[in-house]
């Protein structure tokens, strides 16, 4: 699905990307008005600076997709379920998830697609009905698509970080005309953190490469990130930091709290801020750093901060052994 | 598409049973494509995985020699590859874990014999690349502490080519190697075969029951889930006393309200029966599951229903019929 207006480019190149902090005390909040009214922050800040951008410095093709475009359009939510969470600290909550739903409708979107191919547990049913996604987005049959079985197509991979050359991929995704990925804020016992690049795994199908998706592993899980995220871009990511995880995640971890919902439109961008708000360098996150080459942009001063500072709620995450050399430098001393 | 007719005559009536008749096959029949396979979805890609489990179900509902059975197998014969193994998807040139399911689904065709013997031969020539001693060493000095608890030393086989050993594609290996006539089987298949049991005891979680084969990580032990769970029972039938199958059964039974999913609950009340157990009466209908979403248009989920509902087990093979 790689598209002009979304190509890879260095940083150099890309404009600056926006990324919103808004505070969240908890799921039974009114969601709905709260990221209706973000999205439409980033739809009105498209427009104020439209125009603005040196067209001799950025081509036209690296600006990323904006909001404005999904009227009329498919949009697909990529939430991270996963499975059984009877504390509520590993799946995107439904809440979010339903609110995100129906604010892209509200937006002019033709349809807002669900999907997600869970890793773990084939039985996909079993895992959204234990997530309760029904009880906020009514019957699944017409909105959730099981990424996982779903009619596949090959796309060949431009950037060959990993040894996987192509990937079949579901034609739900790459049919859609913008991708939001929706991951839970979690650290990962594999690669660091799991965030909106690392939820991307989501759509590999286990139809194709099985429950878990170990190709992937075996091609290396950082490198395997970046192939998956530059063959599909996702155009804009909304975290579920609500309620997360720390130490030992994405599924046996401890829970914990920061009470915020990201949003940007530039994945590299939410999941470098991500990072900073859990206390990680980014930079030292193995995929993130690649990520940012190519990407999207990872370094603070290309990244438009909406809403709420990063200073603001700030919430460090612990973290395993094997990853502390991805804290931020201030905790490493107090470590 | 040729149309059959509905056969439910030998079937006992019951809700369970008209279910079946009335909503399940029709629904399978229906979702046939031109070329004999069948989707994931009804109007979907053909896909292996699809078609045998359908072809599985369909075996003790209809006649074997109608023309659905018929198109079903020439779709698999021509969608194996030149080495014998089967693909996940239809453009994909490698062999998969699909080899098995479909070898197993073809092996109920007269036809279709010559297809099965290649299917069973890179079956039992495919490898997991962890499990050698090369691989072992590297990841032991790569890793500097014990991540995973398992014995990777066990082989099974895994979900695609030169990967790691996984409980599914361990478990449905050795369904199709244990269905298949003696003579059929490659040299060396007894070998992988008590290899493989091994792996899959192994892999259990403590307290019983399998995930996907990680049942510690980080010293943490891994939850069970059902569909794992009963694949490996299935396939460890022939040592139905061990007392890892015993507390297996009783973890299965036990958990189930927790997975309500249709898929889970087809293959549980499979397998409990399989192993002579009683179908917990608060266990949740199929029939109300599919009142909830359709079963979200899945055929697979449909066929493991027909399995689950159908008082035959021949589709198990002889060990089945308990």
């Avoid at chain 1, 309760?132 to 079985?149: A, H, K, M």
């Avoid at chain 1, 700030?314 to 430098?329: D, G, H, I, S, W």
């Amino acid at each position: 699905m790689q598209t002009p207006e979304n190509a890879l480019l260095p940083p150099f190149q890309r404009p600056p990307s926006q990324v919103a902090i808004r505070r969240v005390a908890s799921y039974e909040q009114d969601l709905f008005d709260l990221i209706y009214e973000t999205l439409s922050e980033f739809l009105d800040y498209g427009k104020a600076s439209e125009g603005q951008h040196n067209e001799k410095a950025i081509p036209a093709a690296s600006l990323p997709r904006d909001l404005a475009r999904i009227r009329g359009k498919t949009v697909l939510l990529k939430p991270n379920f996963v499975g059984l969470d009877p504390l509520g600290a590993v799946n995107t909550h439904p809440a979010v998830v339903a609110a995100a739903r129906e604010s892209f409708l509200k937006l002019g979107a033709a349809q807002v697609l669900i999907g997600d191919g869970p890793a773990l547990d084939r039985d996909t049913e079993a895992i959204v009905e234990s997530v309760r996604l029904r009880e906020y987005t009514g019957p699944l049959q017409r909105t959730f698509v099981d990424l996982n079985i779903d009619d596949v197509e090959r796309v060949p991979l431009k950037t060959r970080a990993s040894r996987l050359n192509e990937l079949y991929l579901p034609k739900t995704v790459l049919r859609a005309d913008f991708v939001v990925s929706m991951p839970k804020l979690k650290t990962h016992h594999w690669a660091g953190v799991t965030l909106s690049l690392k939820n991307m795994f989501g759509i590999v199908p286990g139809g194709c490469y099985g429950w878990p998706k170990n190709v992937l592993h075996w091609a290396g899980i950082d490198n395997s990130i970046l192939d998956i995220n530059a063959a599909v871009r996702p155009d804009f990511a909304i975290v579920d930091g609500i309620n997360g995880m720390e130490g030992n995640g994405p599924i046996q971890g401890t829970p914990k709290r920061s009470d915020v919902l990201v949003f940007g439109n530039d994945p590299v961008a939410v999941d470098a801020t991500c990072c900073r708000i859990m206390g990680l360098a980014p930079e030292k996150v193995k995929y993130l750093a690649g990520a940012g080459t190519l990407l999207g942009h990872l370094k603070t001063e290309k990244i438009e901060q909406l809403g709420e500072s990063v200073a603001s709620v700030r919430t460090p995450f612990a973290v395993l052994k094997e990853f502390n050399r991805l804290l931020e430098p201030c905790r490493q001393k107090s470590n | 598409m040729t149309t059959v007719q509905v056969e439910c005559g030998p079937v006992q009536p019951s809700t369970d049973a008209e279910f079946v008749c009335s909503v399940c096959l029709p629904f399978l029949r229906a979702a046939q494509n031109e070329d004999g396979g069948w989707g994931f979805h009804p109007g979907c890609q053909s896909r292996v995985e699809a078609t045998s489990w359908t072809l599985l179900a369909l075996r003790g509902q209809e006649s074997s020699s109608s023309e659905i059975h018929h198109a079903g197998f020439r779709f698999l014969r021509a969608a194996q590859l030149p080495d014998g193994s089967w693909p996940s998807c239809a453009a994909q040139n490698v062999g998969s874990w699909a080899t098995s399911l479909a070898s197993w689904a073809l092996l109920g065709d007269r036809e279709s014999q010559t297809a099965v013997a290649g299917g069973l031969q890179w079956v039992c020539d495919d490898w997991p690349r962890n499990a050698s001693f090369i691989a072992r060493m590297i990841r032991k000095i790569a890793s500097g502490s014990q991540v995973t608890s398992q014995n990777d030393s066990l082989r099974g086989w895994g979900w695609t080519p030169h990967t790691a050993s996984w409980v599914e594609p361990t478990a449905l290996a050795l369904i199709a190697i244990s269905q298949a006539p003696r003579e059929m089987l490659p040299a060396g298949a007894n070998r992988r075969r008590e290899l493989a049991k091994a792996m899959i005891y192994d892999r259990m979680c403590p307290g019983g029951g399998w995930n996907c084969g990680n049942p510690m990580v980080y010293g943490v032990p891994g939850d069970p889930l059902v569909e794992p769970t009963v694949w490996a029972l299935l396939s460890l039938r022939d040592e139905a006393d061990r007392r890892e199958n015993e507390i297996s059964l009783e973890w299965l039974a036990r958990n189930l309200a927790k997975f309500p999913g249709p898929g889970s609950v087809a293959l549980a009340k499979v397998c409990l029966e399989a192993y002579g157990r009683e179908w917990p009466a608060s266990a949740p209908s199929l029939k109300d599951l599919h009142a909830r979403n359709g079963f979200l248009g899945s055929v697979p989920v449909v066929a493991w229903t027909c399995l689950a509902l159908s008082p035959r087990r021949s589709w198990l093979g002889a060990e089945g019929a308990r």
